[in-house]
């Protein structure tokens, strides 16, 4: 028997928008886009970015999944792993009584044909469908259009005999289900360069190519062990490239690496043999591309201090965003508001290291203080709300006391 997937949503948006909205939703952030994305109290000013947080794919895939739960309160729900890269959206999934087969409690091999199982939005791997739709159970499919995009590229690819290279993170759940697509080709390969300085190794590969170098070939391979598809040769399978990317990679990044390859195949074969042995679309979708110009503009248009920015540190949009900031100003990349310590001290992923630090003096102890503010595409509202009312605490005076804010729950606006 097929597997009965629901792909479209599960009838309930109205019933679930209500726990929704409390869920995830803020006034206050509706308040401060409808002040020209400018909240400010005493010597505090936030400019919140113009594009922010949830995005259509995130949003979707978490109305889905409380549909879901509504739809089969009987039934075991499951999701295969994180739906997103929230801690607290995931907390609030679980607080409804969803599973995580990646939880050790669990057993991802013992869902049956009584389960529901709900894929995320960054989607599984073709094997990892496969498995579930052979145990029967209900699926929930709530993978994201832009995705999908990707998949038809890496696909076309596959079949004309051209293989992926993904601008990506190969362990990222994304790359992964991305990566499996070109394998359901027969001769499918695939290849994922982390950044610049990978695409420049496998450039100077492709150029050289000419030139046989065992010990350039054993250096390649095991660079590439866990980045690249079994059976992968380079001297074979970089003979035709079509470049892709991870939907939420850095896009001016993404589109470099693009014309890396084009310059490297354009040397080696020369331009007649160019559009066969090349293509390239750009996969970074409209979302992440929105949150990342936002930011630019930010920057550019306002006059800011610090910058905050709100997200999951294994999110690869929001530390695509917090990147972007830091080349122009300090820039502390928080999980959630958690992370705002005190007016002294924060907790954050330091950019680029990657590691999570405690930072003193972060914000200016007097006088007029701008903080740029955003957050990823799976970083709910609410979070947003709780940022701008604990920055607003942090830079009060004696004579305006946070409290009376907070108490009239009123936003304070400039004046004309
Ligand atoms: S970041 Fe883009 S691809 Fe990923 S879920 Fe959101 S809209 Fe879809």
Redesign the pocket.
Known sequence: MPPVIFRKGLDLKHEVAGVLAESYHSALVQDIKANDYRFSAGRLTIHLAREFG????????VDYAYQARKRFPDRRVFLTGEI?HNPHVNDQLRAQGIRFLTDPSEDAQAVGDRDVVILP??GVTVQELQRLSTSGCTLVDTT????LN?WKNVSRYARDGYTSVIHGKYWHE?TRATASQALETPGGHYLVVLDKAEAAFVCDYIRSSTRPDASRRAEFVTRFAQASSQGFDPDVHLQRVGCANQ??MLSTESLEVGEMFRAAMRERYGDGELTSRFRAFDT?????QDRQDAVVQLLDDETIDLMVVIGGYNSS?TCNLAKICAKKVPTYHIADPDGLLSSQQIRHRAVPDQVEVVTEGWLPAAGPVSVGLTSG??TPDNLVEVVVRTLETFTADAACPPSLAKLTGELRRDPP
């Open positions: 949830f995005c259509y794919g995130v949003d979707r895939a997103i939005a960054f994201c259009g832009s995705v990707v994304e939907t939420t970074i979708c409209s979302a992440t949009n595409a799976s």
